[in-house]
């Protein structure tokens, strides 16, 4: 085996020749932004995860950011989420004055605890909370179900960060099985398209949901909070038109204004510039349709991992294979995770550590969050260590990887 032209990251984007026509047709174009391709790309998405409706957004930062403006998270506000995620998960909640609560993780899944959580709720006087953002972490679905169920006894919203497993799901009461982000158990969901993730548009996001009214909010916190549905328009006809006292007499006052002029819009909110470009959603679009493929490779490198350290003493609680679970990441515990992270960047493998307990970050600690806080966050970051996970990942480097870990606990 040729060493030497080993390099092997934990993750990797796809880009191919379909990808780039896709881009170079938008390119050359009317529109490089606010065209034909969003919507499109919004359509193909929301059909995907098999919600309702879809927003893309500019990425998946600012996905959650506007799902917490669509919630009215304020000052004040207390919201549960997990220490073992990324850091935007948390700090959408901190952009709008909201406390972030870190529930631990449950031990085996490395998902959010829904015990914890449920202690978290009975502990405080009805009201404390108003929202859970439950993260399926690595790819790995979380029971929606389950959390609804507590959500509604505490008249709590759900905001579900899928960012790690578009085409995952779990398996509901019913035997029926439930894709990540489709609305049916949670007010909203999130994803990223940034590289690392399964569909790469360079940067960008989507919102997923199956309420309508939450739709629209987010439609307009994108752009501004701006309108040019005249549905929706609150000035009047005569305003809009700008004949109300206009100062030349024998003007256009006196005429019957039907209609709002066609240059009209109005700003309802105080929105973002959150958009997508045109030729990011061509290039989402022409990835979404090899995401199928996509996970159908990473489920199979799933499994030979899976195999090959299956009662190894050196590795616990691997993640292992789990129906449904999207594997963005495989991630495994092991002995001497930092020797182990140390020599396989040696041998040019960039395995990865997903991720630095949350609330132990200084920003967060400076709110009192302390070591001993989550033991079970605690100790997985001790361990953890994501493995190369992705389509294009070959045979022979996995088979490399493995040999690698093999050969450094003989
Ligand atoms: C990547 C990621 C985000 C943020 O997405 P960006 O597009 O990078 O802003 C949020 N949550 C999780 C769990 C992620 O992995």
Not at 27 to 51: C, H, M, W
Not at 135 to 158: C, H, K, P, T
Not at 240 to 248: L, R
Request: hydrophobic share 35%; net charge negative.
């Amino acid at each position: 085996m040729g060493e030497s032209n080993h390099n092997i990251p934990y993750g990797k984007q796809h880009i191919n020749e379909s990808d780039i026509e896709a881009v170079t047709e938008v390119l050359k174009s009317d529109y490089l932004t606010q065209g034909p391709k969003i919507a499109e790309f919004e359509e193909a998405f929301a059909n995907y995860v098999e919600s309702k409706y879809a927003v893309a957004v500019s990425n998946g930062t600012a996905a959650l950011h506007l799902c917490a403006l669509a919630l009215d998270v304020t000052e004040g506000d207390k919201v549960i989420t997990t220490p073992i995620t990324f850091a935007a998960s948390a700090n959408c909640v901190r952009y709008c004055g909201g406390e972030v609560d870190f529930a631990d993780i449950d031990p085996d899944t490395y998902l959010l605890d829904i015990e914890k959580v449920r202690k978290l709720l009975e502990d405080s006087p009805k009201g404390t909370y108003k929202g859970i953002i439950p993260v399926d972490f690595a790819g790995r679905a979380v029971n929606l179900e389950a959390f609804i169920e507590l959500a509604d006894e505490y008249n709590l919203w759900i905001i579900e960060d899928a960012c790690h497993a578009p085409g995952g799901y779990f398996t509901d009461s019913k035997a029926k099985q439930q894709r990540c982000g489709n609305g049916n158990f949670a007010d909203l969901a999130i994803f990223s398209f940034h590289p690392v993730k399964h569909i790469a548009a360079g940067e960008g996001g989507m919102i997923t949901t199956n309420d309508e009214k939450l739709y629209n909010k987010l439609f307009k916190l994108r752009s501004h909070g701006i309108t040019k549905n005249k549905e929706e328009f609150q000035n009047s006809k005569s305003f809009a038109a700008g004949i109300q006292n206009s100062k030349f007499r024998n003007s256009s006052d006196h005429r019957r204004i039907q209609n709002y002029p066609a240059w009209y819009m109005e700003m309802q909110e105080l929105g973002y510039n959150y958009r997508l470009t045109d030729f990011q959603c061509a290039l989402g679009l022409s990835q979404l349709q090899r995401a199928d493929e996509g996970l159908v490779r990473r489920r199979e490198i799933a499994k030979v991992y899976d195999e090959a350290f299956k009662g190894k003493s050196f590795i616990k609680n691997q993640s292992g294979v789990v129906e449904g679970h999207a594997y963005h990441l495989y991630v495994i515990e092991a002995e001497d995770r930092l020797g182990l992270y140390n020599y396989l960047r040696e041998q040019n493998i960039y395995a990865q550590i997903h991720y630095i307990p949350l609330h132990l970050m200084p920003y967060y600690r400076q709110f009192g969050w302390k070591v001993g806080d989550m033991p079970h966050a605690e100790t997985y970051y001790k361990h953890c260590i994501s493995l190369p996970m992705f389509p294009t990942l070959s045979d022979e480097d996995q088979q490399y990887v493995i040999e690698k870990i093999m050969g450094y606990y003989s």
